[in-house]
């Protein structure tokens, strides 16, 4: 509720509202939820970082962006994922606003986008946490259209990922359709080759037969 | 050698330590290699592990194939090798086990690719794979089969249903791991996880990795109450420190030990270690449980269900369970079109409601004619638990159907239904049996339901006698023995109750679809309610109703006491067939506020948004004999005025300003038949469109939703408008402005187009832009006449735009 209304513009301590405005958000982000099929898609690719470009030899991808390569700087590895919660919550949307609901319209809007950076940050943990299983640390996410990467590259991405299969697809203006979709690619760094202190050596001589 | 769970039941048995990390330690496991690949390469290095066990007090040791699935060898190009490595690893296993006597466990761990939901994986294709590596293994040789490290208890019982084919009559140890003890990374409870896997029939559960003993001891404790099969626990030796840029399991094989014996006096039968345990940990274990007897677990057999994350029981306590029934197409239009449509957006907003209404279970049923039912069952089941957490019950007539369901539940379920027909009784109950579900069971059969309780009753204990022979214990069944309409047979009333009556004698619960027996009859909810509060004394324990229904809670609730006699039924049916009529007494609505001078109340509708009631007081205002304009100039544009400015003080947020903005439109609509043509003053005319490429337009729509109430003509062109049609359209109807939208870098860059496109035919709108990423700076650059910044800066703008051009 708190980052939808935020989302809304309102002000912690300015912002008065009363339990009917609350009601009827409450209401529609509970509506949200109904309409929210969360959907994504990852991979882990070998990631080549020179000066102001990312190459992924594996997907045949250049990325040029200065911004990126920083970000990415001493990675290995790089995840591209995509992620989407569906086309009915736009759908909804779109009825609303026929229908002349327009502060319905705002509000359910603005649970999709709320909903869909939860889950990109959810996706996010996922690769997090896989990073970490195989001895990788992972760098914060990074979208086409922050810094210098061109939002053009999001529909690489997605012919990469086969986004198809998790029903997003790119419009030839690059917009991703359905609307509350997220592409990013999250750097992978190898972590220390860090043995295990051998605390109980003397039981374990393997090479005895 | 004396079977396993034989010795099991008078033994506390002694598992090995870690594999992976004493391999990690001897260095012949490189960092990124295939620690099973050494089952072929090295298996002197893993039998001389398996002897170190062996010789420091291990029962049981487990085999070098934890990650031996098809996928996860694949990782490492292992995949072709997959037989031979598991296979090769229960032999070497077994032969350093030949001389000692001791177990060898073939161990079995997560695929590593998630299973649907949570990924790509079908659950048929994930059984294939765990059945191939269980094959290989038992082939090498395994007196058990442990399932081990589990997180997703989907892919667990994937793993479990695979076991239990391919290994026949080798005993199943299914394990999860729960994070601080409390939860699987999926949100698995350890209670939930025993629950299904009681169920299922494994012949041990326990848990093992996590972040110590310590942490484990609460999952044993929440496991221990819901099962009475063998427990096994083993933990990491404490949670992995970094000393100096090294792991370290801090936890000593002392301190180890000391834990070990608190879980044996918990119950646990079987005890070892996970990572960071060394043969050490396992000579102090021995030391420490030598001799052991195993001690007995309190195991109440009660009817449960669970979901992923929850598990929901029937005791005193929680009786009567409720069963929401609304997921069900019957006499829903909607419903049945969106089920045709293989959409879930109806399935899963009654699901979300049912659940918030207090339904303890949740009914599914998507028979449609004409669909087929394996599919939509499976979205059904797919929608219903992303959204809630009440344990489902698979509502279908379809064997076939309810197995694809069974495969998706994420938890013990309820099969709704059989029914005493052979046929039904073959189909159904084995499919409880392999997945681990309760059923229901209706007391008919081919002659139909039969008239009185003793035949009903009859029925049901046919039934229960063939789910016993089959393993299914008598607390999973529940009993309904049917509710039949009064209006047309009412004696049937007194079988229903007193079926219900000598179920309960014989410790069966029941359940009842109540709402069935007002069917045809007047004021049917107070009929309703009025046998579920009977029911209820009579015995009654679960109930499938509508979860909206606020009565049929309250008597849940209540628990009223009433006598079980015939004279009690005798009064509800007079009660509910001689319905007096109700008198319709409406209540004269008084809305709050009707004290209030109707300009006040309208300047307030508009401050608060209040939609409902604003044209009632136009009306009002209206026949006071207050101008139409009047109305307009001197109460509602004020009133929208203050909004603007609560907003800038942001006294306000959006939400607030819309409806304002819609409450004062719905004034308009109404004052609009009052002023007559000509009287209305043409202010201006705005021609407003999301740019080309474009597909976002909730900004659009708000400017036009707050700027339509000043008085302006607007006319909305949508979006993805090319910058063709919106000078055309600019053009044929007059325009003063143009306003223009974007949400996105690439298709900003259409503004700049439009506005070009106008340069170069000489045509002088105004324009005003805005969107998300548009700016001053942007705006300036592409020569457009204004930026605004959201839609109440977009009224004022307006204004002195219009004042340029007239």
């Known amino acids: 509720m708190g980052l939808v209304l935020s989302r809304l513009k309102f002000a912690k301590y300015k912002t008065k509202a009363d339990k009917k405005i609350f009601t009827f958000i409450s209401d529609t982000i509970e509506e949200g939820y109904s309409l929210i099929e969360p959907k994504a898609v990852y991979e882990i690719f070998e990631a080549a970082i020179k000066a102001g470009e990312v190459r992924f030899p594996e997907a045949k991808l250049v990325i040029k962006s200065p911004a990126l390569a920083k970000r990415l700087k001493g990675a290995q590895k790089a995840a591209l994922f995509a992620c989407t919660i569906g086309g009915d919550l736009a759908d909804k949307v779109n009825g609303y606003v026929a229908k002349g609901e327009i502060a319905r319209a705002t509000v359910l809007d603005a649970v999709g986008s709320e909903a869909a950076e939860a889950l990109a940050d959810r996706i996010d943990d996922a690769i997090k946490a896989k990073a970490k299983e195989e001895g990788y640390a992972a760098v914060a996410r990074f979208s086409p259209g922050y810094g210098d990467w061109t939002i053009f590259d999001q529909a690489k991405i997605l012919k990469i990922l086969r986004s198809g299969k998790i029903g997003v697809k790119a419009t030839k203006s690059y917009i991703m359709v359905p609307e509350k979709s997220v592409t990013a690619c999250i750097g992978l760094i190898k972590r220390g080759q860090r043995p295990i202190r051998k605390v109980y050596e003397k039981n374990i001589n393997p090479t005895k037969k | 050698m004396k079977k396993i769970l034989t010795r099991l039941k008078n033994e506390v048995l002694i598992y090995d330590g870690a594999l992976g990390t004493v391999l990690q330690e001897t260095g012949a496991l490189k960092a990124g290699a295939c620690p099973e690949e050494l089952n072929l390469s090295r298996p002197d290095l893993i039998r001389s592990i398996h002897l170190d066990y062996i010789k420091a007090g291990a029962d049981i040791i487990e085999t070098n194939s934890f990650g031996g699935s098809r996928i996860k060898l694949a990782a490492y190009g292992l995949e072709n090798d997959a037989e031979r490595i598991n296979y090769e690893a229960a032999r070497i296993a077994r032969a350093a086990a030949a001389s000692s006597g001791a177990y060898v466990a073939g161990s079995v761990g997560p695929l590593d690719r998630q299973i649907t939901p949570l990924g790509d994986l079908s659950f048929d294709e994930a059984v294939k794979i765990f059945e191939d590596q269980i094959r290989a293994l038992k082939k090498g040789g395994c007196d058990l089969i442990i399932l081990e490290t589990f997180a997703d208890i989907k892919e667990l019982k994937a793993a479990f249903i695979a076991a239990r084919h391919v290994a026949g009559e080798i005993p199943v140890q299914a394990q999860m791991t729960f994070e601080g003890g409390e939860r699987s990374t999926y949100g698995t409870s350890p209670s939930a996880f025993a629950v299904l896997f009681n169920s299922l029939g494994s012949d041990i559960i326990g848990t093992n990795c996590s972040t110590g003993s310590k942490e484990l001891i609460k999952a044993i404790k929440e496991i221990r109450p819901y099962t009475n099969r063998f427990i096994s626990c083993q933990p990491n030796a404490g949670l992995p420190e970094l000393r100096n840029g090294r792991t370290y399991f801090p936890e000593s094989p002392k301190s180890f030990a000391k834990y070990a014996v608190e879980f044996a006096k918990l119950g646990v039968n079987l005890i070892g270690g996970c990572c960071g345990t060394t043969p050490e940990h396992i000579n102090e274990l021995k030391s420490v449980l030598k001799n052991r007897k195993p001690a007995r677990g ?118 709704n ?211 139409p304009l009047e109305i307009n100039s001197r109460i509602l544009i004020p009133a929208l005025e203050i909004v603007g400015e609560k907003f800038g003080k942001r006294e306000y947020f959006l939400p607030q300003v819309i409806l304002s903005a819609e409450a004062v439109q719905r004034a308009f609509g109404r004052l609009k038949k009052e002023i007559k043509p000509g009287e209305e003053e043409d202010k201006g005319t705005i021609v407003i469109a999301t740019v080309e490429g474009d597909i976002h337009d909730i900004g659009k729509n708000i400017v036009i939703s707050v700027l339509g109430n000043h008085g302006y003509k607007i006319l909305d062109l949508g979006r993805s408008v090319p910058a063709d049609t919106i000078i055309k359209e600019a053009v044929k109807n007059k325009a003063d402005i143009i306003g223009l939208s974007a949400l996105m870098t690439t298709t900003m860059i259409q503004m700049e187009r439009v506005i070009r496109e106008l340069k170069k035919k000489g045509l002088n709108f105004k324009t005003m832009v805005g969107g998300a990423v548009v700016t001053g700076a942007f705006a300036k650059e592409i020569g457009a006449s204004a930026y605004a910044r959201d839609a109440i800066e977009a009224v004022n703008i307006v204004k002195s735009l219009m004042k340029e051009r007239r």
Not at chain 2, 390 to 399: E, H, K, L, Q, R
Not at chain 2, 423 to 450: F, M, Q, W
Not at chain 2, 488 to 504: D, F, G, M, R, Y
């Open chain 2, 417 to 627: 239904s059989v029914n005493g027909e052979e046929e039904k009784i073959n189909s159904v109950l084995p499919l409880a049996k392999k997945y681990g579900a309760a059923i229901l069971v209706l007391t008919l059969d081919k002659c139909g339901i039969p008239k009185d309780a003793k035949a009903r009753v009859k029925i049901a204990a046919r039934i229960i006698n063939k789910a016993a022979a089959l393993g299914i214990p008598r607390e999973d069944m529940i009993i309904d023995p049917l509710t039949l309409a009064i209006s047309a047979k009412p004696e049937q009333a007194k079988e229903t109750l007193n079926a219900i009556k000598t179920l309960k004698k014989r410790g069966f619960p029941s359940s009842l679809g109540v709402s069935n027996v007002s069917f045809g009859l007047p004021n049917r909810r107070k009929i309703n309610a009025d046998f579920f509060s009977l029911a209820l004394a009579f015995g009654l324990d679960l109930a499938i109703i509508n979860p909206s229904d606020d009565n049929m809670f309250r008597v849940a609730k209540q628990k009223k006491k009433r006598k079980t006699t015939d004279a009690e039924i005798k009064k509800f049916l007079k009660a509910a067939l001689s319905p007096v009529e109700e008198v319709a007494k409406k209540k004269l609505e008084v809305k709050p506020g009707e004290h209030k001078d109707v300009k006040t109340r309208l300047k307030e509708a508009v401050l608060y948004g209040d939609k409902e009631n604003i044209v009632s007081y136009i009306e009002e205002a209206l026949s006071n004999g207050i101008a």
């Open chain 2, 298 to 415: 309190k195991y109440v057999p009660a009817f449960r269900l669970s979901s992923r994350t929850k598990v929901v029981e029937l005791n005193a306590k929680t009786r009567p369970l409720i069963i929401g029934e609304r997921i069900n197409p019957t006499g829903k239009k909607d419903l049945q079109e969106e089920i045709r449509n293989g959409k879930t957006t109806i399935i899963r907003r009654e699901a979300i409601e049912e659940t918030k209404k207090g339904a303890d279970i949740l009914d599914v049923n998507v028979g449609v004619p004409g669909c087929r039912e394996q599919e939509t069952i499976v979205s059904a089941v797919e929608a219903v638990q992303a959204v809630s957490e009440a344990p489902i019950s698979i509502d279908s007539a379809n064997p076939l159907a309810i197995e694809e369901a069974l495969k998706e539940v994420a938890g013990k379920p309820l099969i």
